[in-house]
């Protein structure tokens, strides 16, 4: 971290019309304001979470459908694929123009779009992974299909989707801060371009480092004890 | 006495591979039979058609009452306690859960794990997880027992652990079909051991263990091996 922050204060004093120093970054964030950062930092969690949310339903509905019916297997196996095909831009503009600028399920949507190929490739590796170990366990206890799948395949999946989960919501950050530049959400990436429209250098620099940390909270806070709590699901 | 399993003339074959040609058998209520046979020769395929969770090319195959099959490899819900993984069990047969939780003491007892009751399976010996995937098929209620290797892989220990507890659930009764190809360890339970040949397999001849003194079964044992029955 020690390395870091000298490298980029030595950066910043070779470019000083380009970047600002660390320091100056830390007065700028000063000067944005603590309630304004809570308030932008509160609505791309939101975006974030709500659409990783989403994407897990829709991911979590597919493999649950893949799982009872082959046909509904290739075909969430093709919308998979095409979606991945999509740009993350294409849809972030698509979305604002069905939504608007200033709605709220632009960036949620995006956010949605990006992580659903994630976790539903994870939750079909666990599928392949899991399927006839637990499949033959439920055929000898008699267990329907219906038992099969809410007993024995979803809970089983539980360590592979909280490593599916930790990559989508690290990208659901990410993809929401990309999104919301296009809008008028109030969300950190809204600031960060606001900032960038109107000269305010320490202040993208100031949006980007909160974006960082907010990462690094997440993880460390979050997603790294969830994970170590899924182990005990692990055959 | 009466037999709860006959098997009569069973063909079974994967594709071109003829595994099971002709295999015959009959199992009397409250017997132990053994089925011993070299690895690959169709042992586990034989459980599994009498459990029916396999089907069969010819032949006739008649089971009087319930199964439960014990598979070969331990299969135990990892995010579930012992407890919890016959909780389940019970559940998915429709047992009411004050039954279930009785029945899980009782079977327990017998097999001697009450004391791993409340632990999850990563956190028991390997003897241990295989008597608690017994007690989940036992929670069942079956009237036949079929065990598939149950032996393989476990240390000299668990081993006579196990056949301690396989012989308390003979003593009440219970009707099992044991396959295994740890000859000496299946002689200890078993009234009787059903030798299979080569593939494709069948029936050479079925010993009865009762009554045979250490000499005799192992001169019984040893005509198998130069047979090349085992």
């Known amino acids: 971290m020690a390395g870091l922050l000298v490298s980029w204060e030595l950066v910043a004093r070779a470019y000083p019309e380009l970047i600002p120093t660390p320091l100056e970054t ?21 975006n974030s979470i709500t659409g990783y949310l989403v994407g897990l339903a829709l991911a979590l509905v597919s493999v649950s459908a893949a799982y009872t019916n082959r046909h509904a297997a290739a075909f969430f ?34 956010v949605a779009a990006a992580t659903y190929p994630i976790l539903l490739s994870g939750l079909f590796g666990a599928l392949r992974a899991l399927d006839k170990r637990f499949a033959l366990l439920a055929r000898l ?36 801060v990309v999104a919301e530049a296009f809008g008028a959400s109030g969300g950190v990436g809204y600031w ?35 994970e170590r709590w899924s182990m005990k699901w692990r055959v | 006495m009466e037999s709860v399993i006959t098997v009569r003339n069973l063909r079974k074959s994967y594709g071109e591979n003829l595994v099971l040609d002709g295999v015959n058998l009959e199992v009397a209520r409250g017997e132990v039979l053994g089925i011993v046979g070299p690895n690959g020769v169709g042992k586990s395929t034989l459980l599994r058609i009498i459990a029916g969770v396999e089907g069969y090319d010819s032949g006739y195959v008649h089971v009087r009452g319930r199964v439960g099959l014990v598979p070969q490899e331990t299969i135990l819900l990892p995010w ?25 003491e009782e079977l327990a ?12 399976p990563s956190q028991v010996s390997g003897g241990t ?8 098929m036992l929670v069942l209620e079956p009237d ?87």
Do not use: C
């Open chain 1, 192 to 226: 960060l371009v606001y900032s960038y429209d109107v000269g305010f250098r320490e202040g993208v620099f100031a949006w980007a480092l909160i974006l960082v940390l907010l990462m690094i909270i997440v993880d460390y806070a979050l997603l790294r004890p969830v």
């Open chain 1, 26 to 46: 830390l007065r700028a964030m000063g000067a944005i304001g603590a309630q304004r950062i809570l308030h932008a930092v509160l609505v791309t969690l939101e």
């Open chain 2, 109 to 120: 007892d017998i097999l001697g794990i009450t004391g791993y009751l409340d632990m999850h």
């Open chain 1, 141 to 176: 206890l008699g267990a329907s299909r219906y038992e099969e799948l809410i007993h024995f395949i979803l809970p089983g999946m539980i360590p592979y989707l909280v490593a599916a989960s930790r990559s989508a919501i690290g990208i659901a950050l990410r993809i929401s």
């Open chain 2, 80 to 104: 579930k306690t012992l407890r919890g993984n016959a909780l389940l069990a019970a559940r998915i047969s429709g047992l009411p859960r004050e039954v279930a939780e009785a029945r899980i």
């Open chain 2, 144 to 230: 036949i027992l079929l065990l598939d290797e149950p032996f393989t892989g476990l240390d000299v220990n668990s081993i006579a652990a196990l056949q301690e507890s396989i012989l308390k659930l003979k003593r009440k009764g219970l009707t099992m079909v044991v396959v295994s190809h740890m000859i000496s360890e299946l002689a200890s339970i078993a009234d009787r051991i059903a030798f299979l040949t080569h593939r494709p397999a069948r029936v050479s001849r079925i010993l009865d263990v009762r009554g045979l003194s250490r000499g005799e079964l192992a001169a019984e044992l040893f005509r198998g091996l130069v047979n090349d029955e085992v």
């Open chain 1, 77 to 110: 196996d093709a919308l998979n694929t095409l979606i991945q095909s999509v740009s993350i831009l294409v849809w972030a503009i698509v979305f604002i123009m069905i939504f608007g600028v200033v709605s709220r399920k632009a960036p949620i949507l995006v």
């Open chain 2, 129 to 136: 997880a295989r008597k608690a995937q017994i007690m989940m």
